[in-house]
Protein backbone atom coordinates (compact mmCIF):
# COMPACT_ATOMS: atom_id res chain seq x y z
CA UNK A 1 0.00 0.00 0.00
CA UNK A 2 1.32 3.38 -0.80
CA UNK A 3 -0.49 6.92 -0.43
CA UNK A 4 0.45 9.66 -2.80
CA UNK A 5 2.92 12.02 -1.59
CA UNK A 6 0.84 15.06 -3.76
CA UNK A 7 -2.59 14.29 -2.20
CA UNK A 8 -2.58 11.65 0.23
CA UNK A 9 -4.79 9.57 -1.92
CA UNK A 10 -4.13 5.96 -1.89
CA UNK A 11 -2.00 4.50 -5.00
CA UNK A 12 -2.62 1.63 -7.36
CA UNK A 13 -0.12 -0.16 -9.35
CA UNK A 14 -0.28 -0.11 -13.19
CA UNK A 15 1.59 -2.61 -15.74
CA UNK A 16 2.69 -0.29 -18.67
CA UNK A 17 4.79 -1.89 -21.46
CA UNK A 18 7.24 -3.84 -19.07
CA UNK A 19 7.93 -1.62 -16.15
CA UNK A 20 5.27 -1.30 -13.12
CA UNK A 21 4.50 1.94 -11.81
CA UNK A 22 2.44 3.65 -8.67
CA UNK A 23 -0.25 6.16 -10.28
CA UNK A 24 -2.34 8.34 -8.34
CA UNK A 25 -6.46 7.89 -9.30
CA UNK A 26 -6.94 11.35 -7.85
CA UNK A 27 -4.07 13.88 -9.20
CA UNK A 28 -2.59 11.55 -11.74
CA UNK A 29 0.80 11.47 -10.33
CA UNK A 30 3.09 8.56 -11.21
CA UNK A 31 6.36 6.63 -9.56
CA UNK A 32 8.55 4.01 -11.01
CA UNK A 33 8.20 0.85 -8.56
CA UNK A 34 11.79 -0.07 -7.57
CA UNK A 35 12.92 -3.49 -8.69
CA UNK A 36 14.04 -4.20 -4.53
CA UNK A 37 9.87 -3.65 -3.67
CA UNK A 38 8.97 -5.24 -7.13
CA UNK A 39 10.32 -8.48 -5.44
CA UNK A 40 8.99 -7.25 -1.79
CA UNK A 41 5.30 -6.85 -3.63
CA UNK A 42 2.56 -9.57 -2.49
CA UNK A 43 -0.79 -9.38 -4.21
CA UNK A 44 -4.12 -10.86 -2.12
CA UNK A 45 -6.96 -11.16 -4.54
CA UNK A 46 -10.65 -11.92 -3.12
CA UNK A 47 -13.47 -12.66 -5.00
CA UNK A 48 -16.39 -12.40 -2.92
CA UNK A 49 -19.38 -14.19 -4.26
CA UNK A 50 -23.11 -13.72 -3.54
CA UNK A 51 -26.28 -16.32 -3.90
CA UNK A 52 -28.95 -15.16 -5.13
CA UNK A 53 -30.99 -15.67 -1.92
CA UNK A 54 -28.07 -12.49 -0.25
CA UNK A 55 -29.31 -10.20 -3.51
CA UNK A 56 -32.74 -10.20 -2.74
CA UNK A 57 -34.51 -7.39 -1.01
CA UNK A 58 -36.56 -8.45 1.80
CA UNK A 59 -39.72 -7.37 1.12
CA UNK A 60 -43.02 -8.83 3.54
CA UNK A 61 -45.26 -11.05 1.51
CA UNK A 62 -48.53 -9.72 3.43
CA UNK A 63 -47.73 -6.49 2.23
CA UNK A 64 -50.84 -5.72 0.25
CA UNK A 65 -50.19 -3.96 -3.20
CA UNK A 66 -53.16 -3.01 -4.37
CA UNK A 67 -52.85 0.00 -1.31
CA UNK A 68 -48.88 0.92 -2.24
CA UNK A 69 -48.76 4.33 -4.08
CA UNK A 70 -47.73 3.96 -7.26
CA UNK A 71 -45.36 6.13 -9.36
CA UNK A 72 -44.36 6.39 -12.92
CA UNK A 73 -40.57 4.28 -12.97
CA UNK A 74 -39.16 1.72 -15.82
CA UNK A 75 -38.42 -1.07 -14.58
CA UNK A 76 -35.24 -1.76 -15.51
CA UNK A 77 -36.06 -5.92 -16.13
CA UNK A 78 -39.22 -5.73 -18.28
CA UNK A 79 -39.50 -1.69 -19.50
CA UNK A 80 -42.65 -1.36 -17.89
CA UNK A 81 -43.58 2.15 -16.91
CA UNK A 82 -45.15 1.99 -13.27
CA UNK A 83 -44.20 0.74 -10.17
CA UNK A 84 -45.18 0.76 -6.70
CA UNK A 85 -42.57 2.74 -4.42
CA UNK A 86 -41.90 2.99 -0.78
CA UNK A 87 -38.92 4.60 1.16
CA UNK A 88 -36.95 3.09 3.86
CA UNK A 89 -34.25 5.16 5.64
CA UNK A 90 -31.51 2.66 4.95
CA UNK A 91 -28.24 4.73 6.32
CA UNK A 92 -27.65 7.28 8.55
CA UNK A 93 -30.18 9.87 9.82
CA UNK A 94 -28.20 12.54 7.85
CA UNK A 95 -28.50 11.15 4.71
CA UNK A 96 -31.12 10.64 2.39
CA UNK A 97 -33.52 7.51 2.50
CA UNK A 98 -33.51 4.96 -0.16
CA UNK A 99 -36.65 4.41 -2.28
CA UNK A 100 -37.28 0.75 -2.99
CA UNK A 101 -39.54 0.12 -6.27
CA UNK A 102 -41.68 -2.81 -7.32
CA UNK A 103 -42.48 -3.27 -11.20
CA UNK A 104 -46.47 -3.41 -11.15
CA UNK A 105 -46.31 -6.01 -14.45
CA UNK A 106 -43.23 -8.03 -13.86
CA UNK A 107 -42.72 -7.95 -9.83
CA UNK A 108 -38.99 -6.68 -9.91
CA UNK A 109 -37.76 -4.66 -7.05
CA UNK A 110 -34.97 -2.51 -6.96
CA UNK A 111 -33.64 0.31 -5.57
CA UNK A 112 -32.55 3.99 -6.09
CA UNK A 113 -29.87 6.38 -3.72
CA UNK A 114 -29.82 9.86 -3.80
Known amino acids: ?18 RTVWVCPSCGYTEELSQ ?3 AQL ?8 HSEKERIVVVDPNVNWKAM ?3 KAVCPRCGYH ?3 VWVVQTRRADEPPTRF ?3 VSCGYVW ?4
Open 1 to 18: MKFCPRCGSLMTLRRTND
Open 111 to 114: REYD
Open 82 to 84: EAY
Open 69 to 71: PKT
Open 101 to 103: FKC
Open 36 to 38: ASE
Open 42 to 49: AVLRKEIK
